[in-house]
Every structure is written in C-alpha cells, then in structure tokens.
C-alpha cells in the first residue's frame, strides 16, 4: 500500500484545490508538510529500488531484468509496468543508433511494421509542426513551457515507436518462433510445433493481439498476412486476458512470401527427419 502513497496523496491534493475544498493558500501549506512526510517514502523506495536491484545484479541479472526488479520492488505493479514499457519504447532509439536488434544468434528477423511506420512518421512531423505553434503562438510562460514539454516528450515517442518496429521483429530460429508488436508484445511458440505456413492475408482483425476460433492474431492495423498451422496445440500467456491453447497463429509480415520461405526452412529438418528411411539406404 505504501507503494501508491505518493500518487494518492497529489491526486487528492488536487482535488481538494480544483474543487474548491481548501484555498490555493492552505493547500500551499498542506503541500509543504505533506511533501516532508513524503520525502521520507520516498526515500524508502529509492532504498529498496537500489537493493533490489544490487540483489538482482549479484545473482547474475542484466542491467536491464535488474532494472526492472527494481521497479517492481518499489512501485505498484501497474506503475512499474509502464515505466518499463516507456524504458523500452525510448530505448529502440538509442538501439537504432547503435545498430541493434533484439534478434537472437541463429535467428532470423520477419520484419513488420512498413504500413505503420509511414503513418507514425506523418504524426511525428504533425507534433514537430505542433511544438513549433506553442512557441510562436501561446503567450503564456508557464503553459508554454508545459505544452512544450509534452510535445517534445510525444514527438520522442512516437520517433522511438518506430524504431521499436524495427527493434524488436518477428523472429524465427530453430527453437522458437516470436511474434512481437514493438515491446507491449512478445509470445513465443516452439518451432517444432508448426506443421505449415502459408501467405494468407486477413484484414478483418479488431485488436493487435486477439485469440478467436483457437487462432493467435498478432496483427498490424487490423490486417495479418502469414498463416501458420501447428501440428498440436499450444498455450499462450497474454497476461491479463489469461492463457488460451491456440492451434494456428496468424501474423503480419512486411514480405510474407520471405516470412513463409524462412518457417519452412526452419520446420525442414525435423520434417526431414521423420520421414521414414529406404531400404535402400535412401529417403521415401
């Protein structure tokens, strides 16, 4: 409970102004003592934030799991969810900068996101256009500088957003295939689990992520490209909306005819060896 203290207590003292309940001036007082008492929980949680995270780090974690230890040690779970999330969406641009992708040794990228990426990059320049406005027309200081602010914070966002498409792909390799949506998504299904894949384009798609009929859709603007059916059936985590056994998944790739060709390379040698032997010495 002491985790939501901080964001209870300036949720209330806001309403208490806005409202009308108390006058600026008290509220200013209120504030000042209420701050004080704060400062010491949140000095507690920036202690444990720093413990949990040495703890991680000695047991051999990355800075990143590590980080996120971290977070959920010292905030509510749905805080530390998104401040996780926002990490990572402004992390894509610094991996873009440095070249990197979450791609697995061994792996191969099914890149997605060309349909998207277009429109995105028309909104980045839409908010560019918006932060210019705010400065050369809002005359006062202290909403300007507001308003600037959090344009500035969209405009980064929506920038690292694309390169998170780019980032975080679809992926295939000879253990497992991923879906991916930027870095909110990531379900992985075993590679010796897919049967066939075939190019199927299918835009009637109302979520990103969605089951129906035993079928996982990890779609882009309501449209799914790749067909893949597997051999048995399979459990998939989506976290809130809880697990469900699916029997074919369906995803969009950016050139589903390269995504197909690369899961077939990937299911070829177990299918290769099953196939029963010749007598001979050969293949049936």
């Given at each position: 409970?002491?985790?939501?203290?901080p964001?209870l207590v300036v949720?209330?003292?806001?309403?208490?102004?806005v409202?009308g309940?108390?006058?600026?001036?008290?509220a200013?007082v209120a504030?000042?003592?209420?701050?004080?008492?704060?400062?010491?929980?949140?000095?507690?949680?920036?202690?444990t934030?720093?413990?949990?995270?040495?703890?991680?780090?000695?047991?051999?974690?990355?800075?990143?799991?590590?980080?996120?230890?971290?977070?959920?040690?010292?905030l509510?779970?749905?805080v530390?969810?998104?401040?996780?999330?926002?990490?990572?969406v402004?992390?894509?641009l610094l991996?873009v900068?440095?070249?990197?992708?979450?791609?697995?040794?061994?792996?191969?990228?099914?890149p997605y996101?060309?349909?998207?990426r277009?429109l995105?990059?028309?909104?980045?320049?839409?908010?560019?256009?918006?932060?210019?406005?705010?400065?050369?027309?809002?005359?006062?200081?202290?909403?300007?500088?507001?308003?600037?602010?959090?344009g500035?914070?969209?405009?980064?966002?929506?920038?690292?957003?694309?390169?998170s498409?780019?980032?975080?792909?679809?992926?295939?390799?000879?253990r497992?295939l991923?879906?991916?949506?930027?870095?909110?998504?990531?379900?992985?299904?075993?590679?010796?689990?897919?049967a066939?894949?075939?190019?199927?384009?299918?835009?009637?798609?109302r979520?990103?992520v969605?089951t129906?009929d035993?079928?996982?859709?990890?779609s882009?603007?309501?449209?799914?490209t790749?067909?893949?059916?597997?051999?048995?059936?399979h459990?998939?985590?989506?976290?809130?909306r809880?697990?469900h056994?699916?029997?074919?998944?369906?995803?969009?790739?950016?050139?589903p005819?390269?995504?197909?060709?690369?899961?077939?390379?990937?299911v070829?040698?177990?299918?290769?060896?099953?196939e029963?032997?010749d007598?001979?010495?050969?293949?049936?």
């Amino acid at each position: 409970m002491l985790r939501w203290v901080p964001f209870l207590v300036v949720a209330t003292e806001l309403v208490l102004v806005v409202g009308g309940v108390v006058s600026l001036a008290d509220a200013a007082v209120a504030v000042v003592l209420i701050e004080i008492a704060l400062l010491g929980v949140v000095v507690g949680e920036v202690v444990t934030m720093r413990a949990a995270y040495r703890k991680a780090r000695r047991s051999g974690a990355d800075r990143a799991p590590a980080m996120s230890a971290a977070l959920d040690a010292a905030l509510p779970p749905v805080v530390a969810m998104l401040i996780r999330q926002e990490l990572r969406v402004f992390g894509s641009l610094l991996s873009v900068v440095r070249r990197r992708t979450r791609v697995s040794p061994g792996d191969s990228a099914l890149p997605y996101g060309r349909r998207l990426r277009g429109l995105l990059i028309v909104l980045a320049g839409l908010s560019l256009a918006e932060v210019a406005v705010v400065e050369a027309f809002v005359p006062w200081p202290v909403v300007r500088w507001v308003l600037l602010a959090l344009g500035i914070y969209g405009l980064l966002w929506v920038v690292s957003f694309v390169a998170s498409l780019s980032v975080y792909p679809h992926t295939i390799g000879p253990r497992v295939l991923r879906l991916r949506f930027g870095p909110f998504t990531d379900l992985a299904v075993p590679t010796e689990k897919i049967a066939t894949a075939v190019e199927n384009t299918t835009g009637t798609h109302r979520k990103t992520v969605e089951t129906d009929d035993e079928t996982l859709s990890v779609s882009l603007m309501g449209t799914s490209t790749v067909l893949v059916d597997l051999a048995e059936p399979h459990e998939v985590d989506l976290g809130r909306r809880g697990r469900h056994t699916v029997r074919r998944l369906r995803f969009d790739a950016d050139d589903p005819a390269d995504a197909v060709r690369l899961l077939r390379e990937a299911v070829a040698p177990r299918v290769a060896s099953r196939e029963p032997s010749d007598p001979r010495g050969g293949r049936r």
